[in-house]
């Protein structure tokens, strides 16, 4: 549209000069052909002139609905810049407000944590003292029994028949595992401390000879005599002293040889747990074991009453054999004497004192007497 205008007006201006250069340079006509010409181009300046006016207008339309639109566009980028920058104005002021809430809750948390460091020294100074300590071990095992298992399983303070008391006992059905809590944190401390390699491996000899001791004082508490396993517990209450111990190897000191051969199985928090668990498994196996040795006496017992029966019985059906064997002599005998007597009873009496008796009447009697003892012998 701008070149259209621009191309219209360069036109009425060649126009307009070629007109007066035209007019300047014709040879004088006379008026009325002059006053045509001027007419006429007058016209072809008027129509030109009209073109440009238009082309001025349809500039100004076309503008304006150009301005109006890039107006529009402007105004909904600057909504959407606006509403873009209020949200993102209202996310800041919720992270500035949850930052603001977490740095206080940071505060309070320092502010906590201050407060359990002094705790904890003073608990430091507190366990120095060697009887406070092994308390302090005694009560955290007293929270591990209970957590893990039920009441009336196990016996804190258990005293044996010897006036020894040890920490702890757990009943397996009629046997006991004991356990003894120990806590050498005092060498341990010492061991945590040393400044170069030489004090440390002086300080970690002093610390094992230390777990050595605690290791043959726990093994004193292994009495089957008072129905204890044949073994004990070491339970060590951190973690950390407790990898000091025995995790880590010495070469100078087998510590873990030193507890196989007292007997003696050493336990952290999380050991002692899973440790009772396998003895509760062994000692049922036992128990399962014993329950089959007993089943298996009952079986031989059983095995020799029946023994037993077979040779009664045995012999009862001896004597029904030769009970038989008598009942059917005596039936034999009663029917020749029951024959003898039919054939005395049809002889005439003259001649039955001529005919002999095929038996006396003892040996009749006897006959019948022997038939009915045999009747009465036991089976």
């Given amino acids: 549209m701008d070149l259209m205008v621009a191309v219209a007006g360069v036109s009425l201006l060649f126009l307009v000069a070629g007109a007066v250069l035209w007019w300047r340079g014709r040879p004088q006509a006379s008026a009325p052909r002059a006053s045509a010409q001027l007419d006429a181009v007058q016209q072809a300046m008027h129509s030109n002139m009209t073109l440009l006016q238009q082309a001025i207008g349809e500039l100004g339309t076309s503008n304006a609905q150009a301005i109006a639109d890039l107006r529009g566009e402007v105004q909904r980028s600057l909504g959407a810049t606006e509403q873009q920058l209020l949200t993102q104005t209202g996310s800041t002021q919720r992270v500035l407000g949850e930052l603001s809430q977490q740095l206080g809750s940071l505060g309070e948390q320092s502010a906590r944590i201050g407060e359990l460091a002094k705790d904890i020294g003073s608990l430091q100074d507190l366990l120095r003292a060697p009887k406070l300590r092994g308390g302090f071990g005694e009560l955290l095992m007293e929270r591990l029994l209970e957590d893990n298992l039920p009441v009336g399983s ?150 020799l009453e029946l023994g037993r029966f077979r040779d009664q019985h045995d012999q009862l059906g001896k004597h029904l054999v030769n009970a038989a064997n008598k009942h059917a002599e005596s039936v034999r005998a009663l029917d020749r004497a029951t024959d003898a007597v039919t054939a005395l009873a049809r002889t005439p009496l003259a001649e039955q004192s001529r005919l002999p008796l095929p038996r006396t009447p003892d040996e009749l009697l006897g006959d019948a007497l022997g038939a009915a003892s045999v009747d009465r012998e036991p089976r």
């Avoid at 009943?171 to 004090?199: H, W």
């Avoid at 190897?249 to 999380?270: G, H, M, Q, Y």
Wanted: net charge neutral.
């Fill in 154 to 303: 196990y016996e804190l303070q258990y005293a044996y028949r010897n006036g020894l008391r040890v920490d702890a006992v757990v009943r397996f059905s009629d046997r006991l595992v004991p356990i003894d809590a120990k806590f050498p944190i005092e060498s341990f401390n010492a061991l945590r401390d040393a400044n170069d390699d030489t004090e440390r491996k002086s300080k970690r000899r002093a610390f094992l000879q230390q777990v050595k001791r605690h290791v043959d004082a726990v093994s004193r508490y292994i009495s089957p005599e008072d129905g204890t396993v044949d073994f004990a517990f070491l339970y060590v209450p951190a973690e950390n002293v407790f990898y000091e111990c025995l995790i880590r190897d010495d070469p100078e000191i087998d510590l873990w040889t030193f507890c196989n051969e007292k007997r003696v199985i050493p336990a952290s928090p999380n050991t002692l747990v899973g440790y009772l668990r396998v003895v509760s498994l062994g000692l049922r196996g036992l128990a399962m074991q014993e329950r089959t040795r007993e089943l298996q006496r009952e079986i031989q017992r059983a095995a």
